[in-house]
């Protein structure tokens, strides 16, 4: 096999998830702007997805969040999202949106609302078993926004407890991924703040547990990239949540705020061997303002191209490089890799996996976005949050 060949076949298993709630309504605490089209239920979701997948052949699994995607007989949902060519991935858990949870949710200071959150996570590992998901992914909301409002370490305590309950629930081949983020609902101490909180709980809890990297959620200017290349080295970087940013937690496409971090993201994954499908590579964006299919067919297109120029980088003139000190010239090596235009490789890639070259095209050739304004008239349309 040519190393090109290699790439090419590399690019041609890569997978990436996207997020139900991405196809449905968003927007800031100012604004909802309704979009016409948009699904009305967890099947129309999907039946989005579908597009997605149709159209760049790297989409075939959906997350879900619960109770976003509440239906009444989830294996039924799964069974669905296999017609239509997919499959179910990670469950997102939700122990942020009840009236109980303004002190936090399995951290809370009363033991009646940490039952209450931790009911929540028993539910959606129930879920899981009836779709066949691997991944529970838990993000707590939990926090404090004053200085001696509780007591921050006592907080630490009832996670790992809530946590280690959950993690003997999980079946042998669940996981539990914790996701981090610094800051937002909670403005002065976060109890999962960064990747080391996070990873220090997966470590205490075992194998099944590992931390997800949201690239929206760390302080500004933070190396993302050294905290992959640590998770990898570790084994413990069980998923990302892609989505790109320029202040704080913005949720733009990824790719778009700074494809050039993303592409160093993708390096660390290739370098550290991380591009395989024991790491979930998800998307979790919202599409406030722009059209949400196409915005999310341009995310997935982001990130293969950043892996594509990862997968470009050449790794023995890199390495030579490096070992003679010479820092311009492997710094060379990498931006070679980056300044590289893979749009026509991927449009061979694509090809020659019996896709059209361009799925942005693609998508809009097919009626699709015509056809949900058409039909989906009436009843409630979803959005984050419903
Ligand atoms: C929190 O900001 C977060 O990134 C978590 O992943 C949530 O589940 C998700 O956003 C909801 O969009
Ligand atoms: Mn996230
Ligand atoms: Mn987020």
Redesign the pocket.
């Known amino acids: 096999m040519t190393e090109l060949d290699a790439v090419k076949a590399a690019l041609k298993t890569q997978a990436v998830e996207t997020?139900s709630?991405a196809y449905g309504n968003s927007g800031t605490r100012f604004k909802v702007f309704a979009q016409q089209g948009v699904p009305r239920d967890p099947r129309e979701k999907l039946a989005d997805a579908a597009k997605v997948h149709e159209f760049t052949g790297a989409a075939p699994t959906v997350a879900l969040?619960i109770p976003w995607d509440t239906v009444d007989d989830y294996a039924a949902l799964a069974k669905y999202a296999e017609e239509l060519g997919l499959r179910l991935g990670t469950i997102?858990s939700?122990t942020f949106q009840d009236d109980a949870y303004k002190l936090g949710s399995v951290c809370h200071p009363d033991a009646a609302v940490r039952r209450k959150a931790l009911d929540h996570l028993f539910a959606c590992v129930d879920v899981m078993d009836a779709t066949g998901s691997k991944d529970l992914?838990v993000?707590l909301?939990d926090g404090t926004n004053y200085p001696g409002q509780d007591d921050i370490r006592e907080r630490q305590d009832r996670l790992a407890e809530a946590l280690s309950a959950v993690y003997d629930r999980l079946g042998d081949d669940q996981r539990l991924l914790l996701?981090y983020?610094l800051f937002?609902p909670a403005f002065y101490s976060t109890d999962v703040p960064d990747w080391g909180t996070a990873y220090a709980h997966c470590l205490k809890l075992g194998d099944k547990a590992q931390v997800?990297v949201?690239t929206?959620?760390h302080a500004p200017g933070t190396n993302i990239e050294f905290i992959v290349a640590t998770l990898l080295r570790e084994g413990k970087l069980g998923a990302f949540?892609f989505n790109s940013r320029f202040y704080a937690?913005d949720?733009l496409m990824a790719g778009a705020a700074d494809p050039f971090q993303l592409f160093r993201i993708m390096y660390e994954v290739v370098r550290g061997g991380g591009l395989t499908p024991d790491i979930a590579f998800m998307l979790?964006q919202?599409h406030n303002i722009e059209a949400k299919i196409p915005a999310i067919i341009r995310s997935v297109m982001n990130v293969q191209e950043a892996t594509a120029k990862a997968l470009l980088v050449d790794r023995d003139a890199l390495a030579a490089a490096q070992r003679s000190g010479d820092v311009l010239d492997a710094n060379a090596v990498l931006m070679d890799a980056y300044n590289t235009d893979v749009r026509p490789l991927l449009a061979e890639v694509r090809e020659e996996s019996g896709l059209g070259p361009d799925p942005m095209a693609a998508y809009r050739r097919s009626g699709w976005a015509e056809r949900i304004v058409a039909e989906r008239v009436g009843g409630e349309q979803a959005g984050?949050g419903a």
Do not use: L, T, Y
């Open positions: 997020p709630w969040h997102n939700n992914k993000w909301a996701e983020k937002e997800v949201d929206g959620h949540d937690d949720d979790d919202c984050w």
